[in-house]
């Protein structure tokens, strides 16, 4: 008798295992959801858009360069400036006479072969800056 109840226990513990395990899902056959980001927007597009470009708080101004400091190189950083160097502000173009220290920045940069300098193609500040590039 003893056996019986010991095969009947552990046939039952199998069958509420298979009870509760979990069961498979089909396969997603459509895109998830969009979060919903209204107030702030889709944080993807902004990242795509400066992926590439170096961030930083102008600290000082000269004709032919800016220093950045809270790059993510951590020290400041000096980037020079070129004749075709571009301007951009509020999603208009600029020129370099309105950056101001303290401005933030985005800056699209190529690293000259020779001097190892970083060169600025095109600098991005003021509002709408994570609108597009």
């Not at 895109?31 to 980001?37: H, L, M, S």
């Not at 102008?58 to 004709?63: F, G, L, P, S, V």
């Not at 790059?71 to 020079?80: A, D, Q, V």
């Amino acid at each position: 008798m003893g056996n019986k109840v010991r095969v009947f226990a552990v046939i039952a513990v199998g069958v509420m295992g298979m009870a509760l395990a979990p069961r498979a899902f089909p396969q997603r056959t459509s895109e998830p959801a969009a979060p919903d980001n209204g107030r702030f927007g889709n944080p993807n597009a902004y990242a795509r858009n400066y992926q590439d470009y170096l961030y930083g708080v102008i600290t000082k101004i000269d004709a032919s360069a800016l220093v950045l400091d809270k790059t993510k190189f951590g020290i400041p950083e000096t980037i020079r400036l070129m004749p075709k160097t571009k301007y951009i502000r509020d999603q208009k173009r600029s020129s370099l006479q309105q950056l101001r220290p303290g401005d933030m920045v985005y800056i699209q940069t190529k690293k000259d072969k020779k001097t190892g300098d970083l060169i600025a193609k095109k600098v991005v500040s003021g509002i709408g800056v994570t609108s597009g590039g």
